[in-house]
């Protein structure tokens, strides 16, 4: 469109003129203007009529005109009617086992008429085996108190208290240099 009665953008009556006729080369752009009186570089008329943007631009005004409607944006997904299909899946690994493979896990749910990939099934499984590990590790944490795992001694430590008591002279000994130590020691 042009922007004013007297001013002309050179672009904007390209692009309405491509609209028009598509097929039109940009010798035939050219020529067309300097027969309006308007001066139209070949770089100019190259870039509207070759510059991807401009035609998917193009593309869509056609495509509006000739539906007499504008769409806008893709249309949504369909979803499947008994949810998605990750739970799908998990419904399948819950039916055949924790221990199916990915590949009967498809030919299952293909069965059903729901397409999936091998490793889309391999990636809800996995994400299955971690969520049952971190239940796992939360009973086993609250199983244990804070005070039986305070209390526990490596090793290490063991042999190394044996090495200290043997050294100062035994057990009892070793033990009145650790409370010294302690009355030493700021908390």
């Not at 870039?47 to 998917?56: F, S, W």
């Not at 729901?114 to 971190?134: C, D, E, F, G, M």
Request: a positive charge; hydrophobic letters at 35%; glycine letters at 8%.
């Amino acid at each position: 469109m042009a922007k004013a009665a007297g001013k002309s953008n050179k672009s904007a009556l390209i692009r309405d003129y491509l609209a028009a006729k598509p097929q039109a080369s940009v010798g035939d752009i050219i020529s067309k203007f300097q027969e309006r009186g308007i001066k139209v570089s070949a770089a100019l008329a190259a870039k509207i009529k070759y510059n991807p943007a401009e035609k998917r631009m193009r593309q869509r005004k056609a495509r509006s005109a000739i539906n007499g409607q504008r769409r806008r944006g893709r249309p949504p997904k369909r979803r499947l009617e008994r949810g998605g299909k990750a739970d799908a899946i998990r419904q399948a690994f819950a039916s055949l086992g924790r221990k199916t493979r990915p590949s009967e896990v498809v030919t299952h749910l293909g069965s059903r008429g729901i397409t999936v990939s091998r490793s889309q099934v391999a990636s809800v499984r996995n994400a299955l085996r971690k969520r049952r590990a971190r239940k796992a590790a939360g009973r086993k944490g609250a199983a244990r108190s804070p005070a039986a795992i305070n209390d526990s001694v490596s090793l290490k430590g063991l042999i190394g208290a044996k090495k200290l008591a043997e050294k100062l002279g035994g057990i009892d000994v070793a033990q009145q240099a650790m409370s010294a130590l302690s009355k030493l020691k700021p908390d």
